[in-house]
């Protein structure tokens, strides 16, 4: 079942990021991937900037959860992240299928470029990565990320969408 994360679900949201995270070590530079991945007050910080978590809640128990957020005029989905142990049985594609549709405006997501299996799961669902130059265009103006993360970023956007 999916359903809006609670306030009192911060801990849980927090503790299922860095859990999921931890497919990034050895994969994307030593220097992104600190330990936690997600501090707490920057994912308190993140909630501030507007993202709103959904979930994906089996037995009650959160075990996927994934953020969207309105910037200007487009939707990013932002923190896409299923618990390891639960990985692979198609609750990141329910969860990004019901995010998508919660939203008219284009979709864009940002990844880490090394993470295959993140670019490979959001081309299964219709999305392209974007040039360089584009990527780097998006990266500023929507996300406002350090030069360092665009580097080692990708964007997707939904295909056969253009962006402004
Ligand atoms: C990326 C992520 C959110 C996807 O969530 P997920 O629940 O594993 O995604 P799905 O199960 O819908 O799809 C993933 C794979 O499982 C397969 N799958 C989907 N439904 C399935 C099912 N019922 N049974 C078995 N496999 C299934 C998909 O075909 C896909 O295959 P692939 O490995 O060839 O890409 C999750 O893997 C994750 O948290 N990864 C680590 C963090 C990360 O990379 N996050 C993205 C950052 S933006």
């Known amino acids: 079942m999916i359903r809006l994360c609670r306030e009192d679900e911060f801990d849980i949201i927090c503790e299922i990021i860095n859990d999921a995270a931890t497919?990034?070590?050895?994969?994307?530079?030593?220097e992104l991937c600190h330990d936690p991945y997600m501090p707490r007050e920057e994912l308190r910080q993140q909630l501030e900037s507007g993202i709103t978590f959904w979930g994906w809640v089996e037995r009650?128990?959160?075990?996927?959860?994934?953020?969207?957020?309105?910037?200007?005029?487009?939707?990013?989905?932002?923190?896409?992240?299923?618990?390891?142990?639960?990985?692979?049985?198609?609750?990141?594609?329910?969860?990004l299928s019901f995010l998508r549709r919660q939203t008219d405006r284009r979709v864009l997501i940002g990844t880490w470029a090394d993470a295959d299996w993140a670019v490979r799961f959001y081309e299964q669902h219709g999305f392209r990565r974007v040039g360089t130059g584009e990527k780097e265009r998006l990266l500023h103006k929507y996300w406002g990320v350090p030069q360092r993360q665009v580097e080692n970023s990708v964007v997707l956007a939904e295909a056969g969408t253009n962006v402004k």
């Not at 497919?23 to 030593?30: E, F, L, N």
């Not at 992240?81 to 609750?91: M, S």
């Open 23 to 30: 497919a990034y070590r050895g994969v994307i530079p030593d």
């Open 60 to 95: 009650d128990e959160l075990v996927g959860v994934m953020g969207i957020q309105p910037v200007q005029d487009v939707t990013l989905i932002r923190h896409a992240y299923v618990r390891t142990a639960h990985r692979g049985r198609g609750i990141g594609g329910e969860l």
